[in-house]
């Protein structure tokens, strides 16, 4: 167990609904990480944020995607206006600021399917 | 741009058996990581390579990494059916995100 959270497991939208995930690290993760994954693939980096601050986002992440992390604990990804090829898999990986050797630690995922 | 390319991308084995992973990056990286996931579930951090020449084990299996090749190999030994799963190899970019490659589907047939 990681002690990376994520909620809800599933969901199931249909195409132009908006949706939320979040995304509860430990309290020692000051940096925090979105991935998608599609089936087959390796996970493709979304975003992240050192503390409250989000310092990198990836060219996947549309303007209809957007995360954030309000005081430097949990963190909420939203898509609007959902596509079909938004179905995926989106994890969420923390990273201490004690850890020099970079590794990420993952929550289970949210598993998005757009009808 | 980093790439990080792994083969083979599927391996079907015979339990009992020993096969290697590779995992070829494209820029400099001194550090490599190998995860591991099953059907459904999340990844699991299995090696963390730190430096040229790293190597470590863990049960059947023994990741070493050679940064001067960019080349990091994960090698599995008498297989089990318990090794079956994907594995990854992910390479860090500016030192911030890690790049992930596609994959090895690993199947161990008994």
């Known amino acids: 167990d990681t002690g990376v959270s994520q909620d809800p497991r599933h969901k199931i939208t249909k195409r132009g609904q908006n949706v939320t995930f979040r995304c509860d690290p430990i309290s020692e993760h000051n940096r925090l990480y979105w991935y998608r994954q599609t089936l087959g693939q390796g996970p493709e980096f979304l975003t992240y944020?050192?503390?409250?601050?989000?310092?990198?986002k990836s060219r996947l992440l549309s303007d209809r995607f957007s995360a954030e992390r309000p005081k430097g604990s949990f963190s909420t990804l939203e898509i609007q206006r959902t596509e079909q090829g938004d179905s995926a898999m989106y994890l969420c990986?923390?990273?201490?600021?004690?850890?020099?050797?970079?590794?990420?630690?993952f929550g289970e995922g949210s598993r998005l399917t757009v009808l | 741009e980093l790439k990080v390319e792994q083969n083979p991308l599927f391996l079907s084995m015979q339990e009992g058996k020993n096969y290697t992973i590779y995992c070829n990056y494209s820029?400099?990286?001194?550090?490599l990581y190998w995860y591991r996931q099953d059907p459904g579930k999340s990844l699991e951090s299995l090696f963390v390579?730190?430096?040229?020449?790293a190597v470590k084990q863990e049960g059947r299996l023994m990741a070493s990494l050679d940064t001067k090749a960019r080349l990091s190999t994960l090698h599995i030994t008498a297989a089990v059916h318990d090794l079956s799963a994907t594995y990854f190899c992910a390479v860090p970019e500016y030192g911030n995100k890690l790049v992930f490659g596609a994959g090895t589907i690993l199947r161990v047939k008994s």
């Open positions: 990986a923390g990273r201490g600021s004690g850890n020099y050797d970079g590794e990420l630690f």
């Open positions: 390579l730190l430096s040229n020449g």
């Open positions: 944020f050192q503390n409250e601050a989000q310092l990198e």
């Open positions: 820029t400099t990286s001194d550090r």
